[in-house]
């Protein structure tokens, strides 16, 4: 079955770009919408954005200006840069695959979710 | 603040049937599918119930979700230990060129 990995740096300093990268195993990239989820400490979800294997992107509106999502089809991999990263960005992120869809009622949701992995932002 | 609203917290003795409510807006549950999901402590979340009240295999028929105009709910029946975990609505919401909206989640004590 598919799994995803995280995979980056556990610490950024502030005003630095936070680089993770997630390697999609047991299937293919194509023909799917894969995503950036983070939840801060003690807090929840936040939808950060999804593409698609063949590289249109959608963002959250509240990270739009700093968030920058790609995918490398030849690797099996899609990563996340966010940019000018403050202490509020302290997270666990996850990536997840997606499945979106429909007309007049539209679907979207994540049914597989790699194990998150730790960011801290901290000079 | 999140822009689906949950209660913070629900409880219920097991064997009892315990409900958890979502409520949202035209733009989103009005007008799209609602997901559920499921973070049992310190894991990945996990779907629940996806597009209103499908369930991925494996979940038990124990969990199922309802939704009705603007509002959705997630029925837990015969809970367990087991089941104390948070839990998150989600819905797409098709302002601002559209992007997923979350719950503030849930927080389910089986007592």
């Known amino acids: 079955q598919v799994q995803l990995q995280e995979s980056g740096p556990g610490l950024v300093k502030p005003s630095e770009t936070l680089s993770l990268t997630c390697t999609v195993s047991?299937?293919?990239?194509?023909?799917?919408?894969w995503s950036w989820i983070r939840q801060p400490p003690g807090k929840g979800l936040e939808w950060i954005g999804y593409i698609y294997y063949s590289g249109s992107t959608n963002y959250n509106p509240s990270l739009k200006s700093r968030v920058t999502i790609s995918v490398d089809t030849s690797k099996n991999q899609f990563s996340l840069k966010l940019s000018s990263v403050t202490a509020a960005d302290t997270a666990v992120y996850y990536c997840?695959?997606?499945?979106?869809?429909?007309?007049?009622?539209?679907?979207?949701?994540?049914?597989?979710w790699g194990k998150g992995t730790t960011v801290t932002v901290s000079s | 603040q999140s822009v689906l609203t949950q209660p913070p917290s629900a409880s219920g003795t097991p064997g009892q049937r315990v409900t958890i409510s979502c409520s949202g807006s035209s733009s989103n549950i009005g007008s799209n599918t609602v997901n559920w999901y499921q973070q049992l402590p310190g894991t990945a979340p996990k779907l629940l119930i996806y597009s209103n009240n499908q369930r991925p295999s494996g979940v038990p028929d124990r969990f199922s979700g309802s939704k009705s105009g603007t509002s959705a709910s997630l029925a837990i029946s015969g809970l367990q230990s087991e089941d104390e975990a948070d839990y998150y609505c989600?819905?797409?919401?098709?302002?601002?060129?559209?992007?997923?909206?979350f719950g503030g989640g849930t927080k389910l004590t089986v007592l």
């Open positions: 997840a695959r997606a499945r979106r869809g429909g007309s007049s009622h539209y679907y979207y949701y994540m049914d597989v």
């Open positions: 047991g299937g293919s990239i194509s023909s799917y919408y």
């Open positions: 989600a819905a797409w919401d098709d302002s601002l060129n559209g992007h997923v909206v």
